[in-house]
């Protein structure tokens, strides 16, 4: 099903700085598309409790897929939900109540890896290969279609793409069924512990992106949305600072794989800028990241930034000393 269609679907089916006091603790459920180490500031936020500083009972939820954690909020079975701001942006083009309101990641979180004999001076070294892809729609694949496009090339023609499950990526491509992969953390460092190599990161090459974001319908309960936006902001200066702790609460959240692996993948991601350094959503990331959706069709235009971005729970997130 395209995304289009899986937009349509879930439309179809459905400026508090202080900490405020334990007793006026409101319950709120943030629906996340994946247990993913992209949603890792959201981790953070829970486990240092700075949705409960900010006065909230928080209840995540995981949805399984963007669109099951979008349906949530525009149902009202959720205020909030986590994922790709390009579900947001389609289903706000179509008539949806739905708005951004925060940052969660500030990078295209996707490598490219390749067997260890591979020879790799140029995204062009590609042309003619097998490679393992995530299953459309999601943005590893999209970013890749695109990279291949801006040098010349054609996804459908100039490589044999295999594509599985997310998060499915490392099993192939270490049984050698492809010699290229291309993937989200923690498969990347998964087979870099097995002897691959990562030749290629979107982060650098893009700069900042708009990857992952929280998402609330336009009526939600302004208090509310401002103590996420908080303790959202709370963490991500913590991360900023707290490198060891960030890792602890990575293994923590994430007990069945590998504590190196866990590690090594976080540091990756501080290190190539994919955590955000705030909640807030500069224009430009979010126009690189709508322009993917439209080179591949899925949105006609630009979303109005000044519309679609709420800057009235970012601004007050941004003064918190």
């Given at each position: 099903?395209?995304?289009?269609?899986?937009?349509?679907?879930?439309?179809?089916?459905?400026?508090?700085?202080?900490?405020?006091?334990?007793?006026?603790?409101?319950?709120?459920?943030?629906?996340?598309?994946?247990?993913?180490?992209?949603?890792?500031?959201?981790?953070v936020?829970i486990?240092?409790?700075?949705?409960?500083?900010?006065?909230?009972?928080?209840?995540?939820?995981?949805?399984?897929?963007?669109?099951?954690?979008?349906?949530?909020?525009?149902?009202?079975?959720?205020?909030?939900?986590?994922?790709g701001?390009?579900?947001?942006?389609?289903?706000?083009?179509?008539?949806?109540?739905?708005?951004?309101?925060?940052?969660?990641?500030?990078?295209?979180?996707?490598?490219?890896?390749?067997?260890?004999?591979?020879?790799?001076?140029?995204?062009?070294?590609?042309?003619?290969?097998?490679?393992?892809?995530?299953?459309?729609?999601?943005?590893?694949?999209?970013l890749?279609?695109?990279?291949?496009?801006?040098?010349?090339?054609?996804?459908?023609?100039?490589?044999?793409?295999?594509?599985?499950?997310?998060?499915?990526?490392?099993?192939?491509?270490?049984?050698?069924?492809?010699?290229i992969?291309?993937?989200?953390?923690?498969?990347?460092?998964?087979?870099v512990?097995?002897?691959?190599?990562?030749?290629?990161?979107?982060?650098?090459?893009?700069?900042?992106y708009?990857?992952?974001?929280?998402?609330?319908?336009?009526?939600?309960?302004?208090?509310?949305?401002?103590?996420?936006?908080?303790?959202?902001?709370?963490?991500?200066?913590?991360?900023?600072?707290?490198d060891?702790?960030?890792?602890?609460?990575?293994?923590?959240?994430?007990?069945?794989?590998?504590?190196?692996?866990?590690?090594?993948?976080?540091?990756?991601?501080l290190?190539?800028?994919?955590?955000?350094?705030?909640?807030?959503?500069?224009?430009?990331?979010?126009?690189?990241?709508?322009?993917?959706?439209?080179?591949?069709?899925?949105?006609?235009?630009?979303?109005?930034?000044?519309?679609?971005?709420?800057?009235?729970?970012?601004?007050?997130?941004?003064?918190?000393?």
């Amino acid at each position: 099903m395209s995304l289009l269609m899986r937009i349509a679907s879930v439309i179809a089916a459905a400026t508090l700085l202080a900490t405020p006091a334990a007793a006026d603790n409101k319950k709120v459920i943030v629906s996340q598309a994946f247990q993913s180490m992209l949603y890792l500031p959201l981790y953070v936020a829970i486990n240092e409790g700075f949705f409960t500083q900010q006065g909230l009972e928080l209840t995540k939820e995981t949805a399984g897929a963007p669109s099951v954690a979008l349906s949530a909020v525009i149902s009202g079975s959720a205020q909030f939900s986590i994922h790709g701001p390009e579900w947001t942006a389609i289903a706000a083009s179509k008539g949806a109540p739905v708005d951004i309101i925060a940052n969660v990641v500030n990078g295209a979180a996707v490598w490219i890896a390749t067997s260890p004999d591979f020879k790799f001076s140029g995204i062009k070294d590609i042309k003619g290969q097998k490679v393992v892809t995530g299953l459309m729609p999601t943005t590893s694949t999209s970013l890749f279609i695109k990279l291949l496009k801006e040098n010349g090339m054609d996804a459908k023609t100039d490589v044999e793409m295999l594509q599985v499950a997310i998060g499915s990526e490392p099993g192939p491509f270490v049984a050698k069924q492809a010699d290229i992969a291309v993937m989200y953390e923690p498969g990347l460092d998964q087979v870099v512990a097995k002897g691959m190599k990562v030749v290629y990161g979107f982060p650098k090459s893009y700069g900042p992106y708009a990857f992952s974001a929280v998402t609330a319908r336009k009526d939600v309960d302004p208090d509310t949305a401002q103590r996420v936006v908080n303790a959202m902001e709370m963490a991500m200066r913590f991360m900023a600072k707290n490198d060891a702790r960030t890792v602890e609460i990575a293994r923590k959240e994430f007990p069945t794989l590998d504590p190196a692996v866990v590690e090594s993948a976080v540091k990756r991601m501080l290190a190539d800028g994919v955590y955000p350094p705030s909640v807030d959503i500069t224009a430009d990331a979010l126009k690189v990241s709508m322009d993917t959706q439209i080179a591949l069709g899925n949105l006609s235009a630009q979303p109005d930034y000044g519309t679609f971005v709420v800057k009235k729970f970012i601004e007050p997130a941004l003064a918190i000393k």
